[in-house]
Nanobody
């Protein structure tokens, strides 16, 4: 089991930026960022294979968000630029074995989440 701790959430004005960080107790095969807004289903944001570095992004964040990893520190960061009101939600880091389709069932380990609030 991999322990995951997120940080970096906060409140930001629309158009601004935030950088989230996920620290893992080990080096998972695949790390993902998911988010969930009140009353909405969980949504896959971005994933990264920690060995090869291949990344995938949800359609709503392509071109605005960037996921990266530092295997020496067991961290995966999510740089979020041009934030929109619709980006508001709780952001979760998850570790699993398949990065391609944002299937939450393939991620057995989850962090507690960090809140991101974008205001007008």
């Amino acid at each position: 089991q991999v322990q995951l701790v997120e940080s970096g959430g906060g409140s930001v004005q629309a158009g601004g930026s935030l950088r989230l960080s996920c620290v893992a107790s080990d080096t998972p095969y695949c790390v993902a960022w998911f988010r969930q807004a009140p009353g909405k289903e969980r949504e896959g944001v971005a994933t990264i294979y920690t060995r090869g570095g291949k990344t995938y992004y949800g359609d709503s964040v392509k071109g605005r968000f960037n996921i990266s990893r530092d295997n020496a520190k067991n961290t995966v960061d999510l740089q979020m630029d041009s934030l929109q009101l619709e980006d508001t939600g709780m952001y979760y880091c998850a570790a699993g074995w398949s990065c391609r389709d944002f299937d939450g069932t393939r991620f057995p380990d989850w962090g507690q989440g960090t809140q991101v609030t974008v205001y007008a």
